[in-house]
Nanobody, 123 residues
Framework: QVQLVESGGGLVQAGGSLRLSCAASGRTITAYAMGWFRQAPGKEREFVAAISWLSGSNTYYADSVKGRFTISRDNAKNTVYLQMNSLKSEDTAVYHC???????????????WGQGTQVTVSS
């Protein structure tokens, strides 16, 4: 079992930055691809970014965040990060991290999920 806890969310003005963290426990995340997803009120959960297992040499992004968000991992700390720059009001959502066998966009491909952290971007 892998337990995931997100942190770093908050209220920020449009154009600002936040860094989200996802701390894992119970098992090392080295063997897992990691993903970030978000869910706004009344909308389905959507893919944001993913990173491959082990070295994290491959990263993937939704078109809506490409060039603004960066996913990274620190296996020594068993933690994954999402650096979010140039935030927009449409980025407002609850952000969840997830662990699974492949760095894909499908929520069903991930086995473990965190509870999420709220990000609110004011315009």
């Amino acid at each position: 079992q892998v337990q995931l806890v997100e942190s770093g969310g908050g209220l920020v003005q449009a154009g600002g930055s936040l860094r989200l963290s996802c701390a894992a426990s119970g098992r090392t995340i080295t063997a897992y691809a990691m993903g970030w997803f978000r869910q706004a009120p009344g909308k389905e959960r959507e893919f944001v970014a993913a990173i491959s297992w082990l070295s994290g040499s491959n990263t993937y992004y939704a078109d809506s965040v490409k060039g603004r968000f960066t996913i990274s991992r620190d296996n020594a700390k068993n933690t994954v990060y999402l650096q979010m720059n140039s935030l927009k009001s449409e980025d407002t959502a609850v952000y969840h991290c997830a662990a699974g066998p492949r760095p894909v966009m499908l929520t069903t491909s991930y086995n473990y999920w965190g509870q999420g952290t709220q990000v609110t971007v004011s315009s």
